[in-house]
């Protein structure tokens, strides 16, 4: 292991992104900048050079808040299938109204209100252990709006405790309560197909998994609940003849803190593992190499999983750090890797491959210096960014625990450039906070003083409503907290008339990057100088390490001091990054430099590139080719024109490389198995669309799969990778002898199956015969001698892949309307997917009657046709008179998005640049380019981005019996609200793009809506996102009948 005690040459010209921080970006990048420049040196009299904390023998009062997540809300009554012991009561309401008939705040279930009063008892025994030397008090509101400073949701309660006595005391006390509070109290969900453990029997819930989940309840102390599929708002969908609007997966849902609700939650999908015949081991690692050996976005995990056919479950990187352990709660080993695989020899080598990797890791350890009130903030508000950080970095963050006073944070990487980006990214978290202080010099004689009582409930009332920490010593305030919290608590203080009548000194801290000095203060100081000036305040600049100062503003008035700190922040760096290929760079910079310069001059922005040597050596980019390389940065009052230049550099860029995005796809996290044990032809996939396909990690249970790239690239690798994702679709209906002989003659085989192959890209397969009772008829219905009490139904298997599931409505209506023709009722089909309501506009023709517009009369006269009287008869009549007789009626094949869409279908349509299966490729996924993500990267529409035609390309079976071809599937014109820019998979209406089933807002790409798909690879659902995903009976690649008994369940060790 190798310690860096100061970065040199290489590693100091590293690159990073940039992170957004109180509006601006507050990381170091590699801009040439003297590291130990000499600080802006101004005196200052009276206390403003005073110690900016009390004094460690000081009598204080500390006022802060206790972060119970108290607004977090237990499931619904009606959905519970199962609960631990004693769950079902602490996160449920007796009654969800009160007395009044309104409905029960989130903070009043039991859970919650037992968690308060566990802190008062807990402040009742600080004050008994310490004979009165400490009073604690606990002070539960919600808090009321600041003007200009809106922090969270105004109707959740916060829990305020206030400490009053020696200062090293009153901090140690703070320490023993946070570190004894569930403070971090979440809820995580597992998805669970439902015949995995359900027994088809008696439709219960099967005895040994309810067993299991009581001790795994039992065992990490958390609540664990099994809920009804979730329901999809039948409001929501614009037709109500669904037959089902559910995702056919359980939910299991576990709440407790961080830990306990891990180590359950890896307990619950190992339980999966095991009910699916898979074998479980466990391997010891030290936990500080983890990230280490995954790699940066887990590259080196994924290849051992595809190669191994294993799962691989690491703990979570930050254990005990809040200190707390519920009674009786068994935490998990922090070294144990939990491996599941098919076979005892594949656990084997996945073991062998850590093991080796473990070995030739070479790790590289640097100790950085944080304040330790704002490592505390970090670690309350901030962690999940610290996860993200090591996890894109493949580095390791060793933070000390909570409340523990200590101020350095220890980085851990197997590169040096990996290990300084990492302790930069930390750093600009930690500028994230500000430090503010409050001298009162001359109170005013003729204002009573406030007595030990006023001060915690003024202190109280300031912390609760501005969310800052803050403590009183003497007559001093300090304050500790995220930028708006810190300038809301001032705020709120200079309002108290004790304060506003005295005379006082104030002074506030910013922490910024040591290579941001000089931007800030100006050529010889010059925008400083000109701050101070105008807004009569003093300006210091402070070393504080090797890659932070200070910047600490002070004066004698509340108003100065708020217009000098709006200045300073105007002047302070707002910057954007993004990456552009390095073939780019000579071309936007020109000869000399004369065309960047150009941009720069315009919009008065300082633009940077970083080549792969810059970055680290040639050797390198391969894995750092999606590396932001272009920084654009500007004072914080000229931030509007960053997007201008952005968009400027971009234009100089070929389409196929601008712009790197990323999109989400949705597959059943069990499915990823099969996919990543694709790797090779993955990674083959990648290299032809330059773009990245990233996993999720096995234990967090995700279906999002992330796939980023150029964004004229992405939806084509998008199309191409869930070309890999096998679904089905079920048809069952009443044969009658004539149907049946159709079904099983040649006719069938050429006029169905291999026109449905051919066009909408689905296999049809005939399944075994089953009996169904189908409704009770009417008495008009029923003829003589008809026995209506059971009928044959034959069972039509559609197979496709999920690229191709646009097209699979109109699939569905050109196969109903061939076997309609042969006697069957269209109305008794199972699983046919109903068109929207509003996709007929017959209902709004009574408001048009005029000679002009006619209502369509529907045809006389028996045809084969559902839709004409005669086919090829288009000799004027009175079918042909009206331009709405071309409308579809119910149950027809024709409709008015195909004859729309058959207009459409030339030169101009975007789907020209597809062929054969990708010309199916989901709207969705083309439609979610333009979701509010997406939009908020700057992500454009990029079928109708420019406006220009896009290249015509031949295109066979346009056309059949009157229907679009799935290159319609396309809408040409951007949509005009990004959150509602989806059409419903597989529908074609224009009316269809509002439908609210659209797969942008389930993050899905392609999944129709229907409630009688699944996935043909394995016997659990494929898609989370789709709403009415149907109920899948597939088994396959070994995982086990789904209606198999559940193999040996237990922990793994």
């Not at 037992?114 to 600080?126: F, T």
Request: net charge negative; aromatic share 6%.
């Amino acid at each position: 292991m190798h310690k860096i005690t100061n970065f040199t040459g290489q590693a100091r010209h590293g690159w990073e992104k940039m992170t957004p921080s109180m509006g601006f970006g507050m990381s170091r990048s590699h801009h040439e900048m003297p590291v130990q420049q000499q600080p802006i040196k101004r005196s200052m009299t009276g206390h403003a050079s005073a110690s900016p904390g009390p004094a460690p023998n000081a009598i204080v009062t500390l006022s802060f808040n206790v972060p119970f997540n108290s607004s977090l809300a237990g499931p619904d009554r009606d959905d519970v299938i199962y609960s631990s012991y004693g769950a079902f009561g602490r996160w449920t309401f007796a009654e969800d109204t009160d007395s009044e008939g309104n409905p029960k705040p989130t903070h009043e279930l039991p859970v919650h209100v037992q968690n308060v009063d566990n802190l008062r008892n807990l402040c009742r025994q600080i004050q008994d252990s310490t004979e009165g030397r400490i009073q604690a008090t606990v002070v539960c509101a919600e808090p009321r709006p600041i003007p200009g400073y809106q922090r969270g949701p105004l109707n959740a309660l916060v829990t305020n405790v206030c400490l009053h006595g020696e200062s090293e005391t009153v901090n140690m006390m703070r320490g023993k309560i946070l570190t004894s509070t569930p403070i971090s109290l979440r809820c995580v969900t597992v998805d669970i197909d439902e015949g995995l453990i359900v027994d088809p029997t008696s439709n219960g819930v099967r005895s040994a998994v309810l067993n299991h989940l009581d001790e795994v309840a039992k065992h990490c102390k958390a609540d664990i609940f099994l809920l009804h599929p979730k329901q999809v708002d039948e409001a929501a969908s614009m037709t109500g003849g669904i037959e089902n609007n559910l995702d056919h997966r359980l939910r299991c849902h576990i709440y407790g803190d961080m830990e306990s609700a891990e180590h359950a939650k890896t307990r619950v999908l190992v339980m999966i593992d095991q009910i699916l015949h898979r074998h479980v081991d466990v391997l010891q690692l030290e936990l500080s190499m983890h990230t280490l050996i995954c790699g940066r976005a887990r590259k080196h995990i994924k290849h051992i999983e595809s190669a191994t056919n294993t799962a691989i479950y690491f703990p979570p990187p930050f254990p005990h750090i809040y200190g707390y352990t519920p009674n009786g709660a068994n935490r998990r080993n922090v070294d144990d890797v939990i491996i599941t695989g098919q076979s005892p020899e594949m656990i084997f080598q996945a073991k062998k491959r850590l093991h080796d990797m473990v070995l030739n890791t070479k790790a590289y350890v640097k100790e950085v210096l944080v304040t330790s009130s704002k490592l505390d903030n970090i670690i309350l508000e901030r962690l999940d960014k610290v996860r993200k950080i090591i996890e894109h970095n493949g580095s390791y963050v060793l933070l000390p625990p909570l409340g523990v006073q200590q101020g350095y944070v220890r980085v851990q990487g197997t590169d040096v450039l990996h290990v300084e980006r990492t302790v930069r990214d930390v750093m600009a978290l930690a500028s994230q906070f500000y430090k503010a202080s409050w001298w009162i010099t001359q109170p005013d004689p003729s204002q009573r003083q406030p007595t030990p009582s006023d001060v915690r409930a003024m202190l109280s009332d300031i912390c609760i409503n501005s969310g800052a920490e803050i403590s009183f010593e003497g007559l001093n305030f300090h304050i500790h907290g995220s930028d708006e919290a810190v300038k809301a608590a001032l705020m709120v203080i200079s309002n108290i008339p004790f304060v506003k009548k005295s005379q006082y000194t104030m002074g506030v801290k910013i922490e910024l990057a040591n290579e941001h000095k000089e931007f800030v203060s100006g050529k010889k100081n010059g925008k400083i100088n000109k701050i101070m000036g105008h807004s009569n305040v003093q300006i210091v600049f402070d070393g504080f390490n090797e890659y932070n100062f200070y910047i600490d503003v002070r004066g004698q008035q509340y108003d100065a001091i708020k217009g000098g700190l709006e200045l300073v922040e105007a002047e302070m760096p707002a910057s954007i990054s993004f990456h552009v290929p390095d073939q780019y760079h000579k071309r936007i910079i020109g000869i000399g430099g004369q065309h960047i310069q150009r941009i720069m001059k315009k919009y008065s922005v300082f633009v940077k590139f970083s080549n792969a040597m810059d970055r680290g050596g040639v050797g390198k980019e391969e894995d750092d080719f999606k590396v932001d390389n272009v920084i654009c940065r500007t004072p914080a009052r000229n931030a509007q024109n960053l997007d201008l230049v952005k968009q400027e550099i971009m234009d100089m860029v070929e389409k196929v490389d601008a712009e790197f995005v990323s999109e989400h796809v949705v597959v059943d996290r069990l499915f990823h198995r099969e996919l990543i044990a694709q790797m090779p032809r993955i990674e083959e996939m990648e290299k032809k669309w330059n773009c990245k396909i990233i996993f999720p990690s096995t234990e967090q249970a995700s279906d999002v799969i992330t796939i980023s790239g150029p964004e004229w690239q992405v939806p084509q690798a998008v199309d191409e990778f869930l070309g890999l994702v096998p679904e089905s679709h079920e048809l069952s209906f009443p044969a009658s002898a004539d149907l049946k002989a159709y079904l099983r003659g040649p006719d069938f085989a050429s006029d169905v199956v291999e026109k449905m192959k051919a066009q909408y890209v689905v296999d049809v397969a005939l399944q075994a015969k089953t009996t169904i009772t189908p409704p009770e008829p009417r008495d008009s219905e029923v003829e003589e001698g008809e026995d209506t009490t059971a009928r044959d139904t034959e069972c039509l298997m559609l197979s496709y892949t999920r690229n191709n599931a646009g097209g699979l409505k109109d699939a569905i209506d050109f196969l109903i309307a061939k076997l309609v023709a042969h006697g069957l009722d269209a109305s008794t089909v199972r699983g046919a997917i109903p068109r929207p309501k509003s996709d007929s506009f017959e209902e709004s023709l009574p408001f048009f009657e005029s000679k002009l517009l006619h209502r369509a009369e529907p045809p006389i006269g028996g045809t084969d046709s559902p839709t004409r009287a005669a086919f090829g008869d288009d000799a004027g009549g009175e079918q042909q008179g009206s331009f709405f007789s071309k409308f579809r009626k119910p149950g027809s094949m024709s409709s008015f998005s195909s004859l729309i869409e058959r207009r459409k279908n030339g030169s101009n349509s975007p789907g020209s640049l597809f062929k054969h299966a990708s010309s199916n490729a989901s709207k969705a996924s083309l439609a979610s380019l333009a979701s509010l993500e997406s939009q908020a990267s700057g992500y454009r529409n990029p079928w109708n981005d420019s406006g220009i035609n896009l290249p015509e390309e031949d295109h066979h079976h346009h056309h059949h019996n009157g229907h679009a071809t799935s290159a319609s599937l396309f809408e040409s014109k951007p949509p005009a609200f990004p959150g509602l820019s989806a059409l419903s998979s597989g529908d074609t209406t224009p009316t269809s793009r509002y439908d609210p089933r659209a797969s942008v807002a389930s993050v899905d790409s392609g999944r129709p809506s229907t409630s009688h798909s699944f996935n043909n690879g394995i016997g659990v659902s494929v898609s989370a996102a789709a709403p009415f995903s149907g109920t899948g009976n597939g088994n396959g690649n070994g995982n086990g009948n789904a209606t198999s008994g559940p193999g040996p369940i237990g922990p793994p060790r």
